[in-house]
């Protein structure tokens, strides 16, 4: 099965926004980032059910974000930074430095 | 009765990023940040229900986005842009300057 990965010119920021806009997605986001290779989804330590990964996996490559394929038995995802730089400039850079906020 | 307002320093990225995606938040953002004075909620032209636009109006000012006061029987609101580029540098502009998707 090949999954889908849209044309990131057909993508509407407030798409990329809402997809980002959650704390698993961001933190998969994060490490993807900072990854210099494409990673396992099972390498990504988020706590949420198989399920709710799979749904935030699905949201993060229909929006354009990420980019994934089969590698046997294992799925293999990176961040599409270069096709999402070009088409939003300045977007992903302030999104990941962003800071905590204050307890 | 006086709306809340929370301090950005208690906002996490990720709530302004949902926040901002949307279209009718973003346009409505983007509209603000256009008008060099606050605006009257009735003044945006947004085609939704008032229940919906009410909504929009709570999620933007709930996540730091814009400031609400009454004047009188209306609502004027602005973006608290200063603030937002003081917590998180450079987001702002970049989710502003995006371009529409090609159709």
Request: proline share 8%; glycine share 6%; net charge positive.
């Amino acid at each position: 099965m090949v999954s889908y990965h849209p044309d990131l010119d057909r993508i509407p920021v407030e798409d990329v926004l809402a997809a980002l806009g959650n704390p698993v997605r961001l933190f998969i986001v994060r490490e993807l980032a900072s990854s210099a290779q494409p990673r396992t989804c099972g390498s990504l330590p988020v706590s949420v059910t198989k399920a709710t990964a799979t749904h935030h996996w699905r949201v993060l490559r229909e929006s354009g974000i990420t980019r994934e394929r089969r590698d046997g038995r294992t799925k293999v995802v990176e961040l599409r930074r270069a096709e999402l730089d070009e088409r939003f400039p300045g977007l992903l850079g302030p999104i990941l430095d962003a800071t905590a906020p204050r307890e």
